[in-house]
């Protein structure tokens, strides 16, 4: 399985931005796909994961803000993103796994297939 992320960049406080990730290869065993995220110093973290099927889920730091969506037909998954922080800088990075969304949300160890990331930063 193959992830390129694209859409990332500087932004200003309060503004948005909607990062794409299209993947490729063997994704007939993929059920899940989701994004993360790495802020220098810290742990990656889940922001937030969608199935196949159109379920979804948000870490609570990022409900309201951040929707996550896919487009089966293309292989594509997106992450709008409003009302960016400057904590919200980092670097943003699509999965894609087996699942099931309940071992997603729970593992402290993410599995599945990454992409490179792509920059994001909120300053002004």
């Known amino acids: 399985v193959q992830l390129v992320e694209s859409g990332g960049g500087l932004v200003q406080p309060g503004g948005s931005l909607r990062l794409s990730c299209a993947a490729s290869?063997?994704?007939?065993?993929?059920?899940?796909m989701g994004w993360y995220r790495q802020a220098p110093g810290k742990e990656r973290e889940l922001v937030a994961a969608?199935?196949?099927?159109?379920?979804?889920t948000y870490a609570a730091s990022f409900k309201g803000r951040f929707t996550i969506s896919r487009d089966n037909n293309n292989n594509t998954m997106y992450l709008q993103m409003n009302s960016l922080k400057p904590e919200d800088t980092a670097v943003y990075y699509c999965?894609?796994?087996?699942?099931?969304?309940?071992?997603?949300?729970?593992?402290?160890?993410?599995?599945?297939?990454w992409g490179q990331g792509t920059q994001v930063t909120v300053s002004s």
């Open positions: 290869g063997n994704l007939f065993s993929i059920t899940v």
């Open positions: 969608i199935t196949m099927g159109g379920s979804t």
């Open positions: 999965n894609a796994n087996r699942g099931p969304l309940t071992r997603v949300i729970t593992t402290t160890e993410p599995f599945g297939s």
